[in-house]
């Protein structure tokens, strides 16, 4: 029995990082695997039974789980994005929520005939998304900056927000006297917004005192955080329950807007688990609902809600959360066609609807079924939908600006070109001093990895298409062209020539070599140093590309600007022809 505890414990976030695999392999939303295999390892073979396995501790589990996914998903969310769109966000997770709530809640008495209470906890627990399913979706559609942003800060701020109106429900159906239920909604309101308020920015003051004052070794940096994360949580829970989603965001939030300590490594240490936490949790959910909810829930009346909560609920939602907004009908319309449900709906409806069936509430455990279908469809309709609407509308991001690893002198001096030929830059690198050179020449930096979720996900939705690799390190360079390659497509992700060719770590990768044989760092450096600069050489009818190659015969060639103004960078075995009207650039003694 220990044994198949052991395996079990151990078979749980192994199963869930091989389905991330196996998603992202054939680029499938990760969500839906991970919900099929715990239905497949749960009701349908019963290989995994989540109450006996977790006994008491599985809620508490889950709770924290959601807790550390959601902290992250505040540390995403930056106040300036907001410019131009907080207002629809604003709009989106308050009158968006309520016409959400109420209208899933009417959908729900007409379909199942539930009780009012039991409808309107459904809508309450409905009417939340989250960044789980809201990020990758937006990251696989492409979609431009100012609707990503919205639907972004909308899937992670209306988390909290439906877990305090479930609870607020959840508590009215135990009141007995109707008259009681005022006073109950009043102080779960104030004392969630009071806990969520003062415990997060409390939680997040404590951590940039420690930080700053260099209390804490910066190895232990990343544990403390997380220590007082689930700390937090659990505390501002005891006030008042479900409080903790609120605070931890707020933490989120406030971290990743301060200016007082970096952060960069607890972002990338919190990406990593919530990733594990994500595979594990999504499994464990779906493990536990019965076969024969799961098949009750196969329903002609639940397609019909789901697909109402689609096509009616969530258009309501968005016309009445934009009027007056600059927003395009087309933009609109897009913003009505995206609003997967996530993993805070799947761990309100599993804590609340078990607790209410175990009280013997009527129909308190159809909730669970209903709402693991409501995410699987959604997912999988919003998933397929997505990326042909964008085409169809026309509402891609746009990519024309280069993301430069490495914020050395010569990049910094490239970087200044590019601006000067009115191109959108940004430089990043791991050393501060190379940062606080670049922006003291005004050119936009960032500091951290370039391997950092935080900054693949800025370089997707801040418009940038190409990177060039050029850092010291063959090895970031390396994995950097890996990790990008996806997302900007092959030829626009390049690298330096390694220094040296013996520790190349890959062998199919020539393509990816920026300029030409023998253009390594070093020779960019040493050229710099004895005065080459950057020229833009315009070709003519009468001066040809060729003419160009031999005048500067021993210039590097960089890439060639179009008329268009769109630069191709030069690369190893590149078919580039440059025409009449092209600019080509070099980098030459003066």
């Not at 609407?389 to 490495?406: A, F, P």
């Amino acid at each position: 029995m220990e044994s198949y505890l052991i395996l079990s414990f151990a078979a749980i976030p192994a199963l869930g990082v091989f389905v991330q695999i196996i998603a992202a392999k054939f680029n499938i939303p990760s969500i839906l695997l991970l919900l099929v295999s715990g239905f497949l390892v749960g009701p349908v073979f019963n290989l995994l039974d989540t109450e006996h396995l977790f006994g008491e501790t599985f809620y508490p589990f889950v709770s924290l789980s959601v807790a550390v996914i959601l902290f992250e998903g505040g540390l995403s969310l930056k106040i300036s994005d907001l410019k131009h769109t907080g207002k629809i966000v604003r709009n989106l997770i308050t009158i968006g929520y309520v016409i959400t709530c109420l209208g899933s809640t009417v959908l729900a008495s007409f379909c199942f005939g539930f009780d009012i209470q039991i409808c309107l906890l459904l809508g309450a627990i409905l009417a939340v998304s989250g960044p789980t399913v809201v990020t990758p979706l937006l990251r696989q559609m492409k979609l431009k900056q100012s609707l990503s942003t919205i639907l972004r800060w909308e899937g992670i701020t209306i988390d909290p927000i439906g877990a305090t109106v479930a609870v607020m429900i959840y508590e009215i159906i135990l009141v007995e006297q109707t008259s009681q239920a005022f006073n109950v909604a009043f102080l779960i309101i104030l004392k969630t917004l009071l806990c969520g308020l003062i415990l997060g920015s409390f939680g997040a003051v404590i951590i940039m005192a420690l930080f700053k004052k260099k209390v804490i070794p910066e190895f232990l940096h990343e544990a403390l955080t997380f220590i007082i994360v689930i700390f937090i949580y659990a505390l501002s829970g005891v006030f008042q329950p479900e409080s903790g989603l609120l605070a931890v965001t707020i933490m989120g939030i406030i971290l990743a807007n301060q200016q007082i300590v970096l952060i960069k490594h607890i972002i990338t240490f919190k990406e990593n688990i919530s990733v594990l936490l994500l595979s594990s949790l999504f499994i464990m959910l779906a493990a536990q609902i019965k076969l024969d909810q799961l098949l009750y829930a196969l329903d002609p009346k639940t397609i019909l809600f789901i697909f109402s909560l689609i096509f009616i609920i969530r258009p309501l939602t968005v016309f009445f959360s934009t009027i007056n907004s600059k927003l395009l009908f087309k933009e609109k319309l897009f913003l009505a066609s995206l609003y997967p449900r996530g993993i805070v709906a799947a761990a309100i409806a599993s804590i609340f609807s078990i607790k209410l069936d175990h009280k013997g509430i009527e129909s308190a455990g159809d909730i669970l079924p209903i709402t693991f279908l409501t995410i699987v469809v959604t997912v999988t309709f919003y998933a397929l939908l997505g990326r042909p609407l964008i085409n169809l509308l026309g509402l891609h991001r746009v990519q024309k600006g280069v993301l430069i690893s490495g914020a050395n002198k010569w990049s910094r001096e490239l970087a200044l070109f590019l601006m000067n030929s009115n191109f959108q830059v940004a430089l990043v690198d791991t050393k501060m001093e190379n940062i606080l050179e670049a922006k003291q020449s005004n050119i936009k930096s960032f500091h951290g990895s370039i391997l950092s979720q935080n900054i693949l996900e800025m370089a997707e939705s801040s418009g940038y298409g190409k990177l060039l690799a050029l850092t010291k390190s063959d090895e970031v360079n390396l994995l950097s062209t890996l990790e990008y390659s996806e997302l900007f497509g092959k030829k626009n992700v390049l690298r330096i020539i390694p220094k040296d060719h013996k520790k190349e770590l890959s062998r199919d990768n020539t393509d990816f070599m920026l300029f030409d044989k023998g253009i390594t760092f070093n020779l960019l450096e040493t050229n710099l140093i004895s005065g080459s600069t950057f020229e833009a050489i315009d070709i003519t009818k009468k001066f040809t590309y060729q003419d160009i190659l031999e005048q500067y015969n021993k210039a590097i060639f960089i890439g060639v600007i179009t008329p268009k103004n769109i630069i191709k960078f030069f690369y190893i075995g590149h078919k580039i022809k440059p025409v009449e009207g092209y600019k080509v650039i070099i980098f030459n003694k003066s």
